[in-house]
């Protein structure tokens, strides 16, 4: 059973990221080793059930040289499952382009809600997180608390943008409230500091948390002890929704954190790292489950109530037929624990809790 | 006589401290012992005294599995953190010795002649063979990712182990050391329990949410039992913790999250029964007279007091931090 893995040489999200003046700041890695803790298992199934487990990685310089490549892993290679680490853009693109061939990819990084919704692809499945499920995820915690009123501060980037419209779908869908949404810039300017000076931007309103929208991670980590009132800060800073944190300690993830460690850069496990690890594990069930390495029988499995995926985060996971996301708790972290885990026991939902974070089936864009 | 006055012994521990073990058996004592993943300590609770706790033994960090040794005068405890089993002396209720194993050991078995310990090591993908005498680890036996659950057959000759990681319990000849046989089971296998007739073993699946029963004679899955108390979804169950009567005719499976124990008809492999429980309910124990049932909750650490009879929790009991095993003293 052969896997594929893509990405590109110059991908702009982890050019220079995380690092300031030689330090480094966010966990930001490319997530390969994820999916090289969880080959290493499948190996150990594979020796068991007669099937040997392994991944060629691709690392193209652009859109063309990678439909070159998978193309060609496809016809001779007999790969049939690639994980994909691409910007929403280039895996669109690239899954377009190989949609009559039998290649299926796994998004491990993009949490773009379009992938999921007018851009879907019968061909992609995701088992990084959506922004929607990023984002209702804290909403559900904002909400619990009861922590209503949200002020924004949001950074110039596209990303940042897409959060906060992530945001405010979350806030009408569990009935949290923005009050003011402020944008930041950075610079030193003084010209521009009612855009740049924190106590300024978090003053003259009244809110119960603010929420930071910052991509570039210059801005948001300075926000915390800096607001006018005197209120936690969540978001992109402070207590953050993510796909994985290193302090989360239960269902088994001190495990799967150490054997990551052991095959790992001196780096701890991200969220994208997380999605990757998925991703195998969802190829390997789907495997050991069918007895089978033909791609018809494991993409069926794949889609099928049978799969219970370990998502290390105490519900099973399994794909939502309607866009193809896999259904996964949200861990909602700050710097060193993970203070909640999403979906709150408060939230119901009529077939399956974990479809109280994202788009649910009567809501989707997605047509296959 | 003698028993009678090592009963006495434990009522003043300061008066008599130090007694040898062999013939220091406190008979009947029906002392529960649970042990505390995140307090490092094992708590030890006397049922006859309103279910007071008589004592809290400090333990090696993150102490799980436990079972008895030489009639009950020692008791071992894994201790995942330390890599160690440390070693309790029943009498004193103290750490008197530890045993060094491989990294994170979870849950272990004795060997039936008693001279060796079989241990699943978490996180070195192993069962380690260790002499107790002189603390060698005299076999390292390699399993898949995140061994746990051990059981061994009543001859002795075979060793039963999970892996949570790859979804199968591994047959392992015990005297040659080697696995003879894997059997694919549900998903996420926690703990085995052989039944009685040596017939069956049941593997709880934690992922898929049921018991796997496995026929031992063609090492093959025969059958599955599925569970769905009162008010839940399959996505809550997540069985871990089983245990049986002495007669075998039932068993009683922890239901994790959904917050139950199941007591199982093992003919008829029916649930007759469900028992709502803490938080997180995963480590089983019946009392001597099988007239209680323990129950560990890791989430709400506590133990829950089962009464057998009225198939009740009547009460429960404080602990310490994520508890994990129960084990009672006879």
Not at chain 1, 191 to 211: A, H, K, S
Not at chain 1, 300 to 322: C, E, I, Q
Not at chain 2, 230 to 259: C, E, H, W, Y
Request: net charge negative.
């Amino acid at each position: 059973m052969k896997l594929g893995y893509v990405e590109l040489a110059d991908d702009s999200r982890y050019a220079d990221r995380g690092a300031h003046s030689g330090i480094v700041f966010t966990d930001l890695g490319r997530p390969y080793q994820g999916s090289q803790v969880a080959l290493e298992d499948a190996r150990a199934i594979g020796r068991v059930i007669g099937v040997e487990f392994s991944m060629e990685k691709s690392t193209a310089a652009s859109g063309d040289e990678l439909v070159q490549q998978i193309s060609d892993r496809v016809t001779s290679g007999g790969v049939h499952f690639v994980l994909a680490d691409l910007p929403a853009a280039a895996l669109k693109d690239l899954a377009r382009r190989l949609a009559d061939r039998p290649v299926m990819f796994f998004n491990i990084s993009a949490s773009d809600d379009s992938l999921r919704a007018a851009d879907c692809a019968n061909n992609v499945l995701h088992t990084y997180p959506s922004e929607a499920m990023l984002s209702d995820a804290l909403i559900q915690y904002l909400v619990a608390k009861g922590w209503l009123q949200i002020l924004v501060l949001r950074g110039p980037a596209p990303e940042d943008a897409a959060t906060v419209a992530a945001l405010q779908r979350s806030a009408r869908k569990f009935g949290a409230n923005i009050v003011e949404t402020r944008p930041f810039l950075l610079t030193n300017d003084p010209r521009n500091r009612e855009q740049t000076n924190i106590v300024l931007m978090t003053g003259g309103v009244r809110y119960d948390v603010v929420y930071v929208a910052d991509s570039s991670g210059e801005f948001g980590r300075y926000v915390p002890y800096e607001t006018s009132l005197p209120r936690p800060v969540v978001g992109t800073a402070g207590l953050a929704p993510t796909a994985w944190s290193w302090s989360w300690d239960r269902d088994a993830a001190v495990q799967l954190q150490h054997r990551y460690e052991k095959v790992s850069p001196p780096r701890r496990m991200n969220g994208a790292d997380w999605a990757a690890w998925e991703a195998v594990k969802a190829v390997t069930q789907a495997v050991m489950r069918t007895r089978s390495t033909d791609f018809d029988a494991v993409r069926t499995f794949l889609f099928s109530d049978k799969l219970t995926l370990d998502t290390v985060k105490g519900n099973p996971g399994s794909f939502r037929a309607w866009d193809h996301q896999l259904r996964a708790p949200v861990l909602l972290s700050t710097a060193d624990a993970v203070i909640e885990r999403a979906p709150l026991p408060q939230y119901l939902h009529q077939t399956n809790v974990l479809d109280t974070l994202g788009i649910d089936a009567p809501e989707t864009a997605c047509r296959f | 006589m003698k028993t009678r006055a090592r009963a006495v012994h434990f009522g003043c521990a300061l008066v008599l401290t130090v007694v040898s073990s062999a013939e220091a058996r406190a008979k009947d004592t029906g002392y529960v012992f649970v042990s505390d993943e995140k307090t490092n300590n094992v708590a030890v609770i006397d049922p006859k005294q309103d279910y007071k706790i008589i004592k809290w033994i400090p333990t090696s960090h993150r102490p799980r599995d436990m079972k008895f040794r030489d009639n009950h005068t020692l008791l071992y405890v894994a201790c995942g953190d330390d890599d160690v089993i440390d070693v309790i002396d029943v009498a004193t209720l103290e750490v008197a010795d530890h045993i060094p194993t491989g990294p994170s050991p979870e849950m272990f078995e004795l060997s039936r002649d008693g001279k060796a310990l079989y241990v699943s090591n978490e996180e070195g993908s192993s069962v380690q063979e260790i002499g107790i005498a002189d603390k060698i680890i005299m076999r390292e036996i390699a399993t898949g990712a995140e061994p746990e659950g051990i059981a061994i057959s009543a001859d002795g000759k075979t060793l039963y182990v999970t892996s949570e990681v790859t979804d199968m319990v591994h047959v392992v000849d015990a005297e040659a050391g080697v696995v003879t046989d894997n059997i694919v089971v549900g998903t996420r296998p926690r703990r085995l329990l052989l039944l009685h007739d040596g017939k069956e073993l049941w593997v709880s699946n934690e992922l898929s949410g049921q018991v796997s029963v496995i026929d031992r004679a063609v090492n093959r899955v025969s059958t599955t039992l599925d569970f769905l108390p009162p008010g839940f979804r399959q996505a809550d169950v997540t069985p871990v913790g089983m245990t049986m009567t002495s007669d075998g005719k039932s068993a009683i499976v922890a239901l994790g999250r959904a917050n139950h124990v199941a007591f199982v008809d093992t003919a008829t492999r029916k649930v007759e029964t469900y028992v709502l429980v803490g938080s997180r309910a995963w480590g089983v124990a019946l009392s001597p007279d099988e007239k209680t049932l323990y129950v560990a909750n890791g989430l709400s650490d506590d133990l829950s007091i089962v009464d057998v009879g009225s198939r009740k929790a009547v009460r429960s009991v404080p602990v310490g931090r994520v508890p994990h095993s129960v084990l009672v003293d006879d």
